[in-house]
């Protein structure tokens, strides 16, 4: 092993006996975060806020909802590279997030295994939900953004579990549970999306009290 090696190991050691590595670590990634995401919205608001928005917009919104409902509780479908729970760690008493790519899931063990409010699952959320939902209480805030993109991420027999995920998620009684799905702009009634149409029509069955919006390419599903 090179001396560069050898101090670098020296230093993680030594960090972690102290309590310091994983506090340091998730500085340098929060101030990285920081430092693209104000790159990205200052590019978005120049273009014009085309769709879709970065994502520290998308948390932006996640976050004014947990406030305005009292949620604490966060389940996310589709972890991918981990930046929403990270992001927004702070926020919520519990988390749970389901990636059903090996690798990504296991990067975000490595990254944020450290978590102990955060709940790091594989597999499809299709049949994990059905096992999460059930043990949660009070508000919860769920973030759907579990679908088939190019890169890492993996593809079951579908591009997308949206029309499962909601037939568990509004089976549910309602209460104060916000639903937050990511990517309106795909919902046209392909490639395993629903319409919009056919979205509300399903909401109004399960949730005729509740609101259905859309805004900056997401689709809100809330409590009057």
Known sequence: MSLALRLRSAVSQGLRALGLYYPLRDARRDWRFAR?????????????????????????????????????TLVETGTFYGDTPFALRGVFAEMHSIELAPALHQLAVSEMGHLGHLHLHLGDSATLLPRIVPGL??????????????????????????????????????????????????????????????????????????????????????PV
């Open 36 to 72: 693209r995401s104000r790159a990205e919205v200052a590019a978005w608001e120049k273009a014009g806020r085309p769709t879709p928005p970065p994502p520290a917009i998308k948390h932006r919104v996640i976050r004014d909802h947990a406030s305005r409902y009292q949620a604490r």
């Open 137 to 222: 209480t009070g508000p919860v805030l769920y973030w759907l953004d579990g679908h088939f993109c190019t890169g890492p991420s993996a593809r079951n027999d579908r591009d997308t579990p949206i029309s499962t995920e909601l037939s568990c998620l509004l089976a549910r009684p309602a209460g104060q549970d916000v639903i937050l799905i990511d990517d309106a702009r795909l919902f046209t009634g392909r490639d395993g999306y629903p319409d919009l149409a056919e979205l509300r029509d399903l909401i109004r069955r399960h949730r005729p009290a509740a609101t259905c919006e859309v805004a900056l390419d997401l689709i809100r599903i809330a």
